[in-house]
């Protein structure tokens, strides 16, 4: 009885040789903006919360959301993590506040962690001032993101949008967030596919959180891995984010309300780790842990072996950022 292992420390090791984590999908400007008045809407749907950050974005000054951003990224440095991807509002309540405190909190901490920065599109990319902000943002990020769901009913056209803007800016990576609500009435992975290729975007894709492919059928999920291998489409799956999808009547196969990051892997997708929302009226109690992320997709998704976690955690977080 000698041969004791301690997985959490041989995996900690084996990220730590790959150069430490990466957290490859987050919102680090509205993150620590709880205060005794918006945690009353804690409880309210996602759909509900997408407005609610707006009264402080409205009044917010660059400095504030600057030391939002630099709370995260100390947490970040301080756990060794070695690059971030985060979204950040470029939209007509906040304006261009995020931009222009990304651009300081880079040049801050360019010596602890490389930062790459992606907009987003909480207004959707339709409605004409949101579209003139996108358009914007999309000039400044690093790469271009996209949130199918607000513009519904009109998700090929935002994904359009999405692939024109990028092709005009010279921009070389795009970020969707897609299939948030696990359901099996969504099915906008498929359409991320379909337009990825439609537009040449073959390898420069990253579909963000596919939680709602883990509640289609087999025969679909596994058709599904094949067109997305093929349009050589990544992942991020953000766990702690999403483990809070509520119960419904829908039926669907049973699994638990994370990325099938499991199947993907074995169908030769890259699979990525972010922390999403932090302290925020999304998610008030995550504090940016990128172990508890990774903890609870190991379990959630049964996968012990130490080799893809550290994958998963680090180096496939790199290749989502383009770095
Ligand atoms: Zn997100």
Redesign the pocket.
């Known amino acids: 009885m000698q041969d004791f292992i301690d997985p959490k420390d041989l995996l900690l090791k084996k990220i730590r040789a790959r150069g430490g984590f990466v957290n490859a999908?987050a919102?680090i400007d509205r993150a620590y903006i709880l205060n005794k008045t918006n945690y009353k809407l804690t409880s309210a749907t996602l759909q509900q919360k997408w407005d609610f950050p707006d009264q402080y974005k409205a009044k917010a000054s660059v400095g504030d959301i600057y030391s939002n951003m630099a709370r995260v990224v100390e947490s970040m440095c301080a756990q060794g993590v070695q690059a971030i991807g985060s979204?950040i509002d470029v939209d007509p309540v906040v304006k261009d506040k995020a931009i222009l405190a990304s651009q300081k909190l880079r040049d801050n901490f360019k010596k602890d962690i490389k930062i790459v920065f992606i907009n987003q599109v909480v207004k959707g990319v339709i409605e004409p001032e949101a579209k003139r902000w996108f358009e914007i943002g999309a000039q400044y990020a690093d790469i271009i993101g996209g949130l199918l769901e607000k513009d519904k009913g009109r998700e090929a056209e935002h994904l359009d949008i999405l692939f024109q803007t990028a092709k005009k800016n010279g921009k070389k990576l795009l970020h969707v967030?897609v299939d948030q609500f696990n359901s099996p009435r969504q099915r906008d992975t498929e359409l991320l596919v379909k337009k990825t290729l439609e537009h040449g975007y073959e390898g420069k894709v990253t579909a963000?959180h596919c939680l709602s492919v883990a509640a289609q059928p087999k025969a679909y999920r596994q058709k599904l891995y094949k067109q997305m291998k093929k349009a050589d489409i990544k992942v991020v799956a953000c766990p702690v984010a999403w483990i809070d999808s509520p119960r419904s009547e829908v039926l669907a196969p049973s699994h638990n309300a994370v990325t099938p990051v499991d199947e993907m892997v074995a169908a030769g997708l890259s699979v990525g780790l972010g922390t999403?929302n932090i302290s925020d009226i999304y998610k008030p109690f995550n504090d940016g842990d990128m172990w508890t992320e990774l903890h609870f997709l190991l379990e959630a998704c049964h996968i012990y072996d130490i080799d893809t976690l550290s994958d998963i955690a680090s180096v496939n977080g790199l290749k989502t950022l383009g770095l």
Do not use: R
Request: charged letters at 15%.
């Open positions: 999908h919102h979204f967030h963000i999403d």
